[in-house]
């Protein structure tokens, strides 16, 4: 009998440490919205604790927008944006790139082959935005923390590739915002008379929506 239930404890003992060895880690890849064209790359380890889990990811989006308002209380803003409206438009680019990890939690199989994940956490957004108008550039900077959560679908495909969809949004608080040209730089900051109408001018994200869809690899 003693025997018996020392085999019973090393068989378990060795269940579970082959369990913990052989939980999946997925690599995902997608693209879609998020404030322009974005795409994200991902690592996710799921049920590292129950049905708990953590995701680091990447991701990066094309935004060339700018806010044309001519009745801005800023007056540069307000210039630019008149020569922009009166030339039809100016040569604009920029680019969101956010740094972002999460706690997920696995809602577990909704249907055959369908699964849920929820996740929730922490954001670094690197904002970026470039203007010419009146025959000179201007590069605007933001660096800013904020927070995001949202909702990932899945379809398993085979064991080791799924198709998902991913849904949500993430908030960035006030931080300063930088403008240089050839002749000087300027940062503005939360609080001052003009932080509202060139963060809305220059397209800085507040809230930013998410809407993406992409592949899952399980390592």
Do not use: W
Not at 52 to 67: H, L, T
Not at 89 to 115: F, R, V
């Amino acid at each position: 009998m003693k025997k018996t239930l020392l085999a019973l404890a090393a068989l378990a003992a060795t269940t579970a440490s082959a369990q913990t060895f052989t939980r999946p880690v997925e690599l995902g890849l997608s693209a879609g919205y998020a404030g322009g064209l974005s795409g994200e790359a991902f690592v996710h380890a799921p049920y590292v604790y129950g049905p708990f889990g953590v995701k680091a990811g990447v991701s990066y989006a094309n935004v060339g927008n700018f806010n044309y308002d001519s009745d801005s209380s800023n007056l540069f803003v307000a210039g630019a944006s008149a020569y922009c409206q009166d030339v039809g438009g100016c040569s604009t680019s920029g680019s969101n790139l956010i740094i972002g990890l999460d706690g997920t939690y696995a809602l577990g199989e909704l249907s055959p082959g369908l699964d849920a994940d929820l996740y929730a956490g922490v954001r670094y957004g690197m904002f970026n935005r470039s203007l010419t108008a009146f025959g000179d550039t201007t590069t605007y900077s933001m660096n800013s923390f904020g927070l995001g959560g949202g909702l990932m679908l899945g379809y398993a495909v085979n064991p080791g590739l799924s198709l998902f969809g991913d849904l949500g949004a993430d908030y960035f608080f006030n931080s300063a915002l930088t403008s240089t040209n050839s002749t000087d730089s300027v940062t503005v900051n939360p609080g001052d008379a003009d932080y509202a109408a060139l963060r809305s001018f220059t397209n800085m994200p507040n809230v930013n929506f998410k809407a993406r869809v992409g592949v899952k690899f399980r390592l």
